[in-house]
């Protein structure tokens, strides 16, 4: 039921900014090229110990298809991978021709004990780097349960919790 519901927020997402990062909704049905989305994450996104075909990004595939658009949705998920080991691999494994990055890091963050700030740092410059490529952002986030990592309870649900506004500029920018 949960993976039924993240895939249908993440499609929702997706469908979303594939209009709006075109001239016209029509348009991301009939482009010349496939669109070209990354799902950029964890074991979360990479569908660990799930069939290639379960995984995420090839269910994302499939439901936009079935909608009628060209899409291709590379799995660019690690297992285990948390922001300062996305933000090492960005570069090498999202291209530049990218039209959308569905990015999903962090949660290993949390159960590694990382403090929140170097995991908003992380973020930060990952998702700068996408943007200077001219790559629409969808940023998938969860709540840190209470009480995760070395940190306070208090401190990992209020930083999870507290999407800061300067984070906005980078997400779901259209031209």
């Known amino acids: 039921m949960f993976q039924n519901k993240a895939i249908r927020a993440a499609l929702g997402a997706a469908s979303l900014v594939a209009a709006t990062a075109l001239d016209q909704p029509a348009d991301a049905k009939t482009k010349a090229r496939p669109i070209?989305?990354?799902a950029?994450?964890?074991?979360?996104?990479a569908g660990y110990r799930l069939d290639r075909s379960e995984a995420f990004p090839a269910r994302l595939q499939q439901?936009?298809?079935k909608l009628g658009y060209d899409v291709a949705v590379l799995n660019a998920g690690i297992s285990g991978d948390t922001s300062g080991g996305g933000l090492a691999r960005v570069a090498r494994?999202?291209?530049?021709?990218?039209?959308l990055v569905i990015l999903e890091l962090g949660a290993n963050d949390i159960l590694r004990g990382i403090?929140?700030?170097t995991t908003e740092r992380n973020l930060d410059s990952i998702l700068e780097r996408l943007q200077s490529n001219g790559s629409d952002v969808v940023l998938a986030g969860m709540i840190a349960p209470p009480g995760m990592?070395?940190?306070?309870?208090?401190r990992s649900t209020q930083?999870?919790?507290?999407?800061?506004?300067?984070m906005g500029r980078h997400c779901i920018r259209s031209s």
Request: avoid cysteine; hydrophobic fraction near 30%; proline fraction near 14%.
């Open 93 to 99: 494994d999202v291209p530049k021709s990218a039209d």
């Open 159 to 166: 930083s999870s919790r507290g999407w800061r506004p300067s």
């Open 40 to 45: 950029f994450g964890d074991s979360l996104t």
């Open 115 to 117: 403090p929140p700030t």
């Open 149 to 154: 990592g070395t940190h306070s309870p208090a």
């Open 63 to 65: 439901a936009l298809k």
């Open 36 to 38: 070209s989305i990354v």
